[in-house]
């Protein structure tokens, strides 16, 4: 799904966007998707019928050529609601003439509009039209009538004309090559063989007939891929298989009297498959401000990613760099913890591996991910920054299908295939640098492993069709564990002090269903997730921390009228904690407010210690209406009511309204403002580390954008944005009266911050041979810790963010791409002296103004190289990455001295190539 | 949790080699004027201290301490009567982390605005409170001694912060180097030495069981179990051994005295081993849940090595039977050796709350 795709059909369609690409004369009913990730046409659709065929005038000029071109042109188009057609592109060329004649032709093609839910929607069709040049008719005399096409019009392709009561002589199945998926609506056409011999007509040789073939039969697969021809005459014949979006095969056979010949086929998906089959439920179309959309071949192939998908993400406009590659999002300025990230509508505790190594789904089973950076919907809550929603997808039912991937970390595999009338996908991936890291890291320097970092995560996804609806289970999990141990050549044991150790996991079982009928639709889905956070660092922090969630979330929807929709919902989010927490008192207020802070660690009777059995409860409830004010102008008011319980005991009240507008057909205007509240994280409100008298934090989100389709697959947009905020968690250094006794405040609600700046993006969608975007952001963010405190900048302020990324198909299935990104470095808080703490010998900083200086800038450049080789039973995908292609000393953070007076930097990763390979069968 | 994540990154950045952290100056090398450490330590007890008692590092209000700072140098161990060092306490409050008093009074503060470090009221009864300004000016000397003010904030178990600052007797003045800090510079002159030290007072719970017979805390709030006041460790053998190029001993090893000076040629390895008994580990309660309970642990070692010219195994030992090798051959950078051919080595031990003790001694290296 592409942003202007997105765009287009929320605007006008009231939500409802059905993109189905189908060639004639497949009909578009319901259809199972030829790839992986493309998601199913709902139940509900009602395909577009042809009311008025036309023909395909062959030009004269041309017939009268020596040799007139025959062969096929595909061509692509929407169906408009009103049943006529429109963005007719030429999307397999045969030769320019024919090429117009056949825009022609479908320009003037009218439909019974496609509906969905007794809606008329726009569906994008594609079509297959065969053309062959007319026979050479005894002129006339006076007559100046043009010829007309063997094949005329794009309608279903008749069975031959002879097609008799005679046998059936080929009978066979088409399916894609390396996954074995059946092919439906594959044109197999029958012909003379002429002088070609026996077997398949190699690509050279794939000429078509110089004359009009002295017969054809034809035929189109079904569901399962079959197709059969009959009344073939004896003798060789040639076979040509014709699939939109797959290269054209052709097969010469014999054809003996009176035997069946049994045949099975393997086409190859085009490297440029202009296929873009993404059906966006009517759930998932809540008209957003700003909304980036990844598609999953784009997600596969951005380099610097791995194909990572979630950090696919990090390079759309709003999103700073994380330091060292990390997979923090850092979304308009705000820290990656006042963003939120669901999965399957909850949400999940951790995204990335180790911080940022990989996610921790696997990004196989993702169909899509949305990306909101602000002014989002109220069935997201508990965040301030943005929010990042992540959807699954269903295993295949065109039979079982596996596959195997291995890079330089770590390997997976993935199963899915159909089980009864619903679908299934498992898959599980371990890493190996357990095995990697100790047998290069230098013996002697300083550091070893007790346990090397590992991680492993899994997946289970089952969907059935169950009373009309669709029942999703779901169970998905993730654990990492690093023992390291800081070691002096003097020691010899594993002293626990000397030991940083980490072990965070957690495991998740979802159940969804799902449901429409008529105008309504529901859903109801109950989470259930247990995680724990377990770290040590050098006897100095202990935590461990488990947490059981149980989360539900429900929602009704109906449509009213025609261009109106009300949906109400509720989020309701259960946590019991148990903690046991050792740790330093929090940092002093010694560099202002949120976000600073001296490291400052005591002796070991300086701990603070918590044994704790807590319940912290989130319920919410949720309605928008969207308003079709007019064709082109929605208006969306929405509110959210969040109870924030014990210690916080208050209750969030969060008006949004959103605005949206088709100032053109290829200019949209949005506009919104609203209030995002988010609670306090658990170590801040706590009685004994933190204020249990804290508030939430709360935002005021504005933003305009207007978004400009161009011509092709391009697109322009730009989203200015400010947000302010308050009631901002802060460090106090000040005592208060507590429970009758004077106590530590240690936070209070005294921040408060704004951002502001703008977004700008240049996007070329994938479909043809280049995909990529050009985005820029360039932005502000600050605080203020405390009243009458200056403004400072914020810890994730990168002023200019840009990102360059093109991705191009070559021939023979190769693909290159590049990422560069040039950011401005983070901001840092300058240190030239240090206080030596005597009681342990460690050196304190002297802090300078709180974020008053800034790390160098940051450019970096990506690689990708892709190959795919695919055989008929088996696809093999290979890839190299090469990050910071040029070696970049990118700096990420200073270092001092023990006195503080000298400093060094950190550097950013260097060049890192990656390889890895897929094997999918 | 976010600083947890970076943490791990910088790790792994650790462990992929590329944390460059060489073009630093290595920090168990003294090249100028440092401060190592600080003892405090009770030397007018409100009780007779027992015979053979070792050094109590916390003390309780009225009872007087003295300060033994470890001032080093390029040329051996400073005398603290040579050092001109201004000291100034402050009173913590309660769970505060260390250094956050004086720091919280930045840019307010001037030098000659701080009060000397005198009971408000001197003629008070002494069983009544005896507030003391915070924060305020200590002896000025080297090792300055004082005594524990009886305040509400010390009887509700908040702790003392001691800083120290000094300048360079040929460049900074110490006064310039305290008003600098105080004025809240973060880039006072780089010859300025400044440290902080956290004076525990205690044991708590003879301080909370003080304040409850005081009336200051209510009666029916249950009182932790008493603890053994915080006392210093001893290094109890400080042994050189000679070791061959094969890292084989040469002879047997020697007692080295505290400050004793030994040849040695240029070249050669020592083996110092030391001794801290584990018996001077003590156990302790560590509250739980804000005092709803105590959980008991126990005290470990952490030794930190010096130099001042020539190379070292490690710089840290965990163990009472540390270990470490003294190579006196230049090392990398090291500047040259001094004319009078001495160089240095110092041991700094902690035992992870308050207590501390060092010792060191200096090679003549031979030609």
Not at chain 1, 637 to 645: C, E, I, K, N, Q
Not at chain 2, 207 to 214: C, D, I, S, V, Y
Not at chain 2, 262 to 268: A, I, K, L, N, Q
Request: net charge negative.
């Amino acid at each position: 799904m592409n942003m202007h795709f997105a765009s287009r059909t929320n605007v006008r369609y009231r939500g409802l966007a059905v993109a189905v690409a189908l060639a004639l004369p497949v009909a578009a009913e319901a259809a199972e998707p030829p790839a992986p990730g493309a998601a199913a046409v709902p139940e509900g659709l009602t395909a577009p019928e042809l009311e008025t065929p036309q023909s395909l005038v062959y030009p004269p000029e041309l017939a009268a050529a020596e040799q007139p071109p025959s062969g096929t042109i595909l061509v692509a188009f929407v169906v408009a609601t009103d049943g006529s057609t429109k963005e007719a592109t030429i999307v397999q060329s045969l030769h320019p003439e024919l090429d117009a004649a056949a825009l022609d032709a479908v320009a003037r093609l009218h439909y019974r509009p496609a509906t969905y839910a007794g809606n008329a929607v726009e569906v994008s069709l594609q079509m297959a039209i065969e053309v062959t040049p007319p026979p050479r008719p005894e002129p006339e005399p006076g007559s100046g009538a043009a010829p007309e096409a063997a094949v005329p019009t794009p309608t279903p392709t008749p069975e031959p004309a002879a097609a008799a009561p005679t046998p059936v002589r080929i009978r066979g199945t088409v399916r894609e090559a390396g996954v074995r998926a059946p092919l439906r609506g594959a044109i197999v056409t029958a012909m003379p063989a002429g002088e070609l011999p026996i077997g398949k007509v190699p690509f050279r040789k794939r000429r078509p007939p110089s004359d009009v073939p002295a017969w054809t039969v034809q035929s189109t697969t079904d569901d399962a891929g079959h197709f059969s021809l009959a009344g073939v005459p004896d003798g060789r014949t040639r076979v040509a298989i014709l699939t939109p979006g797959f290269e054209r095969l052709d097969y010469v056979l014999e054809v003996h009297g009176g035997e069946v010949t049994e045949v099975t086929w393997f086409q190859v998906r085009m490297n440029t498959n202009p296929y873009r089959t993404e059906v966006l439920t009517e759930a998932e179309t809540m008209p957003e401000i700003t909304r980036h959309a990844v598609e999953r071949e784009e997600i596969q192939r951005i380099p610097g990613t791995n194909g990572d998908a979630l950090r696919s993400v990090q390079n759309l406009p709003g999103m700073a760099r994380a330091a060292f590659g990390g997979g923090d999002l850092i979304i308009r300025g705000a820290a990656p913890g006042d963003s939120v990230v669901y999965l399957g509508g909850h949400e999940i505790p951790a995204l990335f591996h180790f911080g940022g190594l990989t996610s921790v789904f696997n990004s196989d089973l993702v169909a899509r991910i949305d990306y909101l950076p602000g002014n989002f919907d109220g069935r997201y809550g508990d965040a301030t920054g943005g929010a990042v929603s992540v959807t699954t997808r269903r295993g295949r039912r065109d039979g079982h299908h596996s596959a195997v991937d291995v890079d330089v970390f770590d390997a997976g595999a993935l199963v899915e295939g159909p089980v009864g009338k619903g679908s299934f996908a498992l898959s599980a991936r371990r890493s190996y640098i357990d095995a990697i890291l100790p047998a290069i890291l230098p013996r002697d320097g300083g550091l070893r492993f007790t346990a090397a970092p590992r991680y492993w995560d899994y997946q289970a996804q089952i969907d059935y069709p169950l009373w009309g609806g669709t029942l999703t289970a779901r169970a998905f999990g993730s654990d990492d564990r690093t023992v390291l141990l800081f070691a002096e050549q003097n020691e010899d044991g594993d002293d626990l002090r000397s030991q940083f150790e980490t072990r965070q996991w957690f495991h998740r079982a979802d159940l969804a269903y799902e449901r429409r009928w008529g105008r309504w639709s529901a859903m109801i889905s109950p989470s259930y997730r247990r995680d724990s956070f377990q770290q040590r660092v050098v006897e100095i922090f202990d935590f461990d921390i488990v947490t059981d969630r149980l989360s539900v979330r429900g929602e009704v929807a109906r449509t009213v009228g025609k261009r109106s929709e009300l949906r109400v919902g509720t989020e309701l989010v259960n946590d019991w904690i148990s903690a046991d927490v050792a740790s330093p008192p929090p940092p002093g207020d010694t560099t202002g407010g949120r976000g600073g802070g001296n490291a400052v660690a005591g002796g070991l009777n300086d701990q603070l210690i918590r044994k704790v059995d807590d319940y912290r409860g989130r319920p919410a409830l949720y309605g928008s209406f969207r308003i079709g004010l007019h064709d082109r102008v929605t208006l969306t008011p929405s509110v959210r009511l969040t109870y924030y319980s014990a210690p916080t005991n208050r209750v969030a009240f969060e008006p949004r309204l959103r605005f949206e507008a088709d100032a053109t057909k290829t200019t949209r205007i949005t506009a919104g403002a609203g209030i995002f509240s988010q609670g306090p994280q658990l170590v801040q409100n706590d009685a004994v580390f933190g204020n249990p008298d804290l508030r939430p934090e709360n935002a005021l989100h504005t933003s305009i954008g207007v978004e400009q389709k161009l011509r092709g697959d391009w697109s322009i947009s730009g989203t200015g944005f400010y947000k302010h905020l308050w009631s901002l968690v802060s460090t106090s250094p000040d005592e208060i009266e507590r429970g009758g006794q004077r106590v530590p405040e240690r936070y209070d609600n005294a921040g408060i911050g704004r951002v502001y700046g703008g977004e700008f993006m240049v996007r070329k969608a994938l479909g043809g041979k280049l995909f990529g975007w050009a985005s820029y952001t360039i932005s502000r963010s600050e605080v203020q810790g405390r009243p009458g405190q200056s403004w400072a900048l914020f810890d994730y302020d990168q002023t200019h963010i840009l990102t360059l990324i093109a991705s191009y198909k070559l021939p023979r299935n190769w693909q290159i791409g590049t990422r560069f990104r040039l950011t401005s470095g983070n901001p840092t808080t300058p240190v030239a002296h240090g206080v030596t703490q005597l009681y342990d010998g460690v050196g304190l900083a002297l802090p300078g103004p709180y974020n008053g200086d800034r790390m160098r800038t940051f450019h970096q450049l990506d690689l990708r190289i892709d190959k795919t080789w695919t055989m008929r039973r088996v696809r093999l995908h290979t890839y190299l990455d090469i990050q910071n292609v040029y070696n970049a000393k990118n700096p990420e953070m200073r270092i001092y001295s023990w006195n503080f007076k000298k400093s060094t930097s950190i550097n950013s990763l260097p060049i890192i190539p990656s390889i890895g390979l897929k094997l999918e069968w | 949790m976010v600083g947890m994540v970076r943490g791990l990154v910088w790790l792994f950045a650790f462990a992929m080699g590329v944390v460059g952290c060489g073009d630093l100056p290595d920090s168990q090398l003294v090249i100028e004027r440092r401060i190592l450490a600080a003892r405090p330590w009770v030397v007018d007890a409100l009780e007779p201290t027992a015979a053979g008692a070792r050094d109590r590092a916390e003390a309780l209000p009225l009872e007087t301490l003295q300060i033994d700072p470890l001032w080093v140098g390029p040329n051996g161990v400073i005398p603290s009567d040579d050092v001109d060092a201004i000291w100034i306490a402050c009173e913590l409050t309660l769970g505060a982390a260390p250094f956050t008093c004086l720091s919280e009074r930045f840019g307010d503060l001037t030098l000659d605005d701080l009060p000397a470090c005198v009971v408000d009221d001197p003629d008070a009864p002494p069983s009544s409170p005896r507030q003391v300004p915070s924060p305020c000016l200590l002896e000025r000397t080297g090792a300055p001694s004082f005594t524990v003010p009886l305040s509400t904030g010390i009887l509700a178990g908040a702790d003392l912060e001691l800083t120290v600052v000094t300048g360079d007797p040929d460049g900074t003045s110490t006064e310039a180097c305290a008003d600098a800090l105080l004025a809240g510079e973060w880039d006072p002159p780089s010859d300025c030495i400044y440290g902080v030290q956290v004076v525990p007072v205690g044991p708590k719970p003879t301080l909370l069981a003080a304040a409850q017979a005081a009336g200051l805390v209510p009666d029916d709030v249950a009182l932790p179990p008493a603890d053994d006041p915080d006392t210093h460790p001893r290094i109890t053998s400080f042994r050189v051994t000679v070791l061959d190029d094969d890292g084989e001993a040469v002879g047997e090893a020697r007692e080295v005295a505290r400050g004793e000076i030994v040849d040695v040629p240029r070249g050669t390895t020592l083996r110092i081993d030391t001794t801290s008994p584990q018996a001077d580990l003590q156990k302790f309660s560590v509250v739980v849940n804000d005092g709803a309970s105590a959980e008991e642990r126990e005290e470990s070692y952490t030794g930190q090595w010096f130099r001042t010219w020539g190379s070292q195994l490690a710089t840290a030992s965990l163990s009472p039977e540390s270990y470490n090798e003294w190579t006196l051959d230049p090392d990398g950078d090291d500047p040259e050796l001094p004319e009078d051919g001495l160089a240095h080595l110092y041991y700094v031990v902690r035992d992870a709350r308050h207590g501390v003790a060092w010792w060191w001694f200096t090679a003549r290296v031979v030609p």
